[in-house]
């Protein structure tokens, strides 16, 4: 039975990522760290659904802990690694900076050694399309360069970024990086904007929407995500014989087993358009508040998926409307109980 070890699993990507796991029947460790950047009893919720499968078994400590993080891996003795915990969060990086280089850099450090002394199969990390930062050709590809980060976000995943490169040449680590679009769906963080919008709908409140408005994103619905990173667990890459051995198109490391893959809808969304759809779900009319874009923030992001597609035979395809009604069934759930 391959045994799949999960940063992250009391997060909202992470969680549903393992549910997915669970049900092939996958043994899965979870490590969360359950800090309070947001509700922590909706982490505790997560949590508890997973608890249901006899597959799972979870650690609470920091990925800063070193001692915590090896002992547990080394205990559950995993064939592949997934690490998706970080302080997330965009705007929360204006203000919170050391939260970032503490969890994100650190912390994925500290997940590299545990890979390497374990001698995983496969070690797949989250970076973020934040990373394409002030880009403006789109749709971004993995082998357009990402030197211009907006954000200290952005920059320490972009850190991240290079750091499994250089351990995946030094240590011969199979390592896949994934560049998450904009991610939505059921158990969503509540500080990202869909959930942001549909809540504030249910509660009478008005939205505030930036850049008036004049905002595009290629909306992920988070089962599309959470099947390409399943998928990519079986597509470990291999160090090249010679740089002419990789495929135009492919982001490949010519010096190490090493690969960056998107994972987005590719589909660029009108946020108002997003915003409609909602509405429309919901049956509520928003009282809409139009403000300037907010620092750090970009006004378009457009995923070329294209790689996933190739590697895997597989790219997001569910529709923003499709999807919005899914999160829209959940938050009307919630809210009536």
């Not at 970009?298 to 790689?307: C, F, G, K, M, N």
């Amino acid at each position: 039975m391959t045994r799949v070890f999960i940063t992250g699993t009391a997060g909202f990507i992470g969680y549903h990522l393992a549910e997915l796991l669970l049900a092939e029947g996958l043994a899965v460790h979870g490590y969360d760290g359950m800090t309070d950047y947001y509700d922590v009893g909706l982490k505790r919720e997560r949590l508890a659904r997973l608890g249901r499968h006899p597959g799972f078994r979870q650690t609470e400590a920091m990925l800063e802990d070193m001692g915590a993080l090896s002992a547990a891996i080394a205990a559950f003795k995993p064939q592949v690694i997934v690490h998706l915990a970080a302080q997330a969060g965009v705007r929360y990086s204006l203000d919170h900076p050391r939260a970032y280089v503490d969890a994100n850099v650190t912390g994925t450090f500290n997940v590299m050694e545990c890979a390497r002394e374990q001698g995983v199969a496969h070690l797949l990390v989250a970076s973020t399309s934040s990373v394409y930062g002030a880009n403006t050709e789109m749709p971004f590809r993995e082998t357009d360069k990402a030197d211009t980060p907006l954000t200290i976000y952005a920059a320490t995943k972009k850190a991240t970024e290079a750091m499994t490169h250089a351990y995946a040449h030094l240590w011969n680590i199979p390592t896949t990086l994934f560049r998450f679009f904009t991610v939505y769906g059921p158990w969503g963080r509540p500080d990202m904007a869909p959930i942001k919008f549909a809540q504030a709908m249910l509660e009478g409140r008005p939205i505030e929407i930036y850049n008036h408005g004049e905002m595009y994103r290629d909306f992920t619905y988070v089962d599309d995500l959470v099947r390409g990173i399943r998928l990519l667990i079986d597509a470990p890459p291999a160090r090249p014989a010679t740089p002419a051995d990789i495929v135009p198109g492919d982001s490949l490391s010519p010096v190490a087993p090493w690969r960056v893959v998107n994972i987005g809808n590719s589909e660029k969304v009108r946020l108002l358009d997003f915003i409609d759809a909602i509405e429309r779900h919901l049956g509520i009319r928003a009282e809409r508040r139009y403000l300037p874009m907010q620092t750090g923030d970009v006004p378009a992001t457009w995923a070329d998926a294209s790689l996933l597609q190739r590697l895997t035979g597989y790219r997001p395809q569910t529709p923003f409307d499709e999807g919005v009604a899914r999160l829209c069934a959940w938050m009307l759930d919630r809210h009536r109980r």
